[in-house]
């Protein structure tokens, strides 16, 4: 059975930072694109970003671009989410997602999701 967990999530005061991480088991994702997604409240599931399965490409959404970064480490099977210079808009529900391509070419790629934590943006 395949599980994405994540972990990492909390309360942070704007302009500060959290590293979400994302742990596989029951599938090695290493030689697969995975994702991060973000859900706040009474809106719609966006994309924040993904990283090809060599960590050498990485693709972000506007509203995050320069302040979060992805990475990962194969041989743990996990992936993470460093998030700098945090703003109330921020806050979410963040899930991690693994893709059956070795690349990033679309958000409808991913077929595995983690269950989310949550993030909250406040002072």
């Known amino acids: 059975q395949v599980q994405l967990v994540e972990s990492g999530g909390g309360l942070a005061q704007p302009g500060a930072s959290l590293r979400l991480s994302c742990a596989a088991s029951?599938?090695?994702?290493?030689?697969?694109?995975m994702g991060w997604f973000r859900r706040a409240p009474g809106k719609e599931r966006e994309f924040v970003g993904a990283?090809?399965?060599?960590?050498?490409?990485?693709y972000y959404a506007d509203s995050v671009k320069g302040r979060f970064t992805i990475s990962r480490d194969g041989a743990k099977n996990t992936a993470y989410l460093q998030m700098n210079n945090l703003k109330p808009e921020d806050t979410a529900i963040y899930s991690c997602?693994?893709?059956?391509?070795?690349?990033?070419?679309?958000?409808?790629?991913?077929?595995?999701w983690g269950q989310g934590t949550r993030v909250t943006v406040s002072s």
């Open positions: 029951g599938r090695s994702f290493s030689e697969y694109a």
């Open positions: 997602a693994g893709s059956t391509r070795e690349e990033y070419y679309d958000k409808s790629q991913f077929f595995y």
């Open positions: 990283i090809n399965w060599r960590g050498d490409n990485t």
